[in-house]
């Protein structure tokens, strides 16, 4: 066997390869990436703010490129980036969090109303599963636990 052959292993796809049936990728919009999502955060309250990249580059002390590559989701910035960004808008890493989660919430939901259901899938909803232990179902449902939608 040689170097190459050793070198190429199956590939697991992600997400499942697409069938006839399904709209063409281009048709879709595409999946939010967090960093997208917090970039857009990050320079949304900095414009509303009226201050400069420079000034809140200056005030956070994370250099003015990097924090430039973070607005536009270039870079996957860390908690502690993030946390003096957020500190540097006067802000919390909770609020900055909180504002990229809400907007995941509305682009995933308008993304899943733009795209047709399969069959036998109630709500959109591909699973549904409890946290905890598995108990008896009574009358009014599960006894315990947090129903989770994946």
Not at 9 to 26: E, K, S
Not at 96 to 112: D, H, K
Request: aromatic share 2%.
């Amino acid at each position: 066997m040689t170097i190459r052959a050793t070198n190429q292993a199956d590939v697991i796809p992600l997400r499942p390869l697409p069938t006839a049936a399904d709209p063409a990728p281009q048709d879709l919009p595409r999946e939010p990436l967090w960093r997208d999502l917090v970039g857009e955060v990050l320079r949304r309250e900095r414009r509303a703010q009226g201050r400069t990249l420079k000034d809140v580059s200056e005030a956070s002390r994370i250099s003015m490129a990097y924090l430039s590559e973070v607005e536009r989701g270039r870079k996957e910035a860390s908690s502690e980036v993030l946390a003096a960004a957020a500190q540097a808008l006067g802000l919390t890493l909770a609020d900055i969090l909180a504002l990229a989660g809400e907007r995941l919430v509305s682009l995933t939901a308008a993304r899943t109303r733009s795209r047709p259901r399969p069959l036998g899938t109630a709500g959109g909803h591909r699973s549904v599963r409890t946290t905890g232990p598995v108990r008896p179902t009574g009358p009014a449902g599960p006894m315990g636990g947090v129903l989770l939608a994946a």
